[in-house]
């Protein structure tokens, strides 16, 4: 992780995240390096070749979406509050004003598709090859990349993402995410 497990305090506690880190994003790490032990033939690609071109294994599509889901989440947040000031400028801040309108407008959508996510999975911040950005949700470890699109930002629905401090109120948990979000990362991921 790029801070320490209390970096993203009062919003994102300590526990949850050793937690969420070392042992559920440490046992996908663990299940993909054992299972690519036995195919080497699968060693030397990146975790993207390897979900979008063997997805139809499901030990791969579960593992290795598991690995970079939570890449994705955990670098998707930064040390102290997010500022909306640094990093959502620029072709970011002109790219999300042209596609939802505002960034409450984005706020607003990536809330509801978060809150709705029915189970296990993540709401997406992402960009068509055209460079229009949607929002949208994945099951499990499912990941965008199969749909063509380039992941700009995530949120972790699971529940054990969230449920130490905010037990059921997974709302809650949303508008605190908010809160921690590296939007130098999202601008450098858009491009």
């Known amino acids: ?9 009062p ?13 559920h994003y440490g046992t ?11 195919k080497p033939e ?22 290795a979406g598991g690995v970079y889901n939570h890449q994705n989440y955990f670098g998707g947040m930064r040390l102290g509050t997010s500022q909306i000031a640094i990093g959502l400028s620029g072709k970011l801040l002109q790219t999300i004003t042209r596609d939802f ?3 409450q407008g984005l706020k607003e ?14 709401a ?34 699971w529940e054990h993402a969230y449920y130490l401090k905010h037990q059921n109120m997974r709302a809650e948990y949303i508008d605190a995410f908010w809160n921690v979000i590296n939007w130098v990362r999202v601008s450098e991921r858009l491009g």
Request: glycine share 6%; aromatic share 10%; with cysteine.
């Open 28 to 38: 996908y790490v663990d299940n993909l390096n054992k299972y690519l032990e036995t």
């Open 109 to 122: 959508q990536f809330f509801k598709s978060a809150s709705e996510v029915f189970g296990s999975g993540y």
């Open 42 to 63: 699968l060693q030397e690609l990146t975790l993207e070749e390897l979900l979008t071109k063997h997805v139809a294994d499901t030990e791969i599509r579960h593992n």
């Open 101 to 103: 309108g505002s960034i």
């Open 124 to 157: 997406w911040l992402c960009a068509f090859s055209n460079g229009r950005l949607c929002v949208i949700t994945t099951a499990n470890q499912d990941t965008p990349l199969v749909l063509g699109l380039k992941p700009l930002l995530c949120i972790d629905v």
């Open 11 to 23: 919003f994102i506690d300590e526990r949850t995240m050793r937690i969420h880190h070392d042992k």
């Open 1 to 9: 992780m790029p801070y320490p497990y209390n970096g993203l305090e």
